[in-house]
């Protein structure tokens, strides 16, 4: 089992930027599998991106990319979400979600993931 806990979050204007970050404890980092998920009120909880247990892999939602951009690092045992170009549909609470996995890739349906964090509130003011 590993703890996980989210923090970054707050409130940014349209066009702006943010970084989440997600700190983990407990087993050992690097043989997990991490992904960030959000929420919007009403809505169902979405995939935003994943990043395999090395750091070579990663694969993001249609919606985020070329405009946000997942990294770990094991040493560190953190994993972050920096987000640019900011619009205020991207206002959720971001999760970050961790699963062991002794295959080098990545896992985008919340369902394969065992661990999560509490998350931390984006909001992007229009």
């Known amino acids: 089992q590993v703890h996980l806990v989210e923090s970054g979050g707050g409130l940014v204007q349209a066009g702006g930027s943010l970084r989440v970050s997600c700190a983990a404890s407990g087993r050992t980092f690097s043989i997990y599998a991490m992904g960030w998920f959000r929420q919007a009120p009403g809505k169902e909880r979405e995939f935003v991106a994943a990043i395999s247990w090395s750091g070579g892999r990663s694969y993001y939602a249609d919606s985020v990319k070329g405009r946000f951009s997942i990294t770990r690092d094991n040493a560190k045992n953190t994993m972050h979400l920096q987000m640019d170009s900011l619009k205020p549909e991207d206002t959720a609470v971001y999760y970050c979600?961790?699963?062991?996995?002794?295959?080098?890739?990545?896992?985008?349906?919340?369902?394969?993931?065992?661990?999560w964090g509490q998350g931390t509130q984006v909001t992007v003011s229009s």
């Open positions: 979600a961790a699963q062991t996995s002794t295959w080098n890739g990545v896992f985008i349906s919340e369902y394969e993931y065992r661990n």
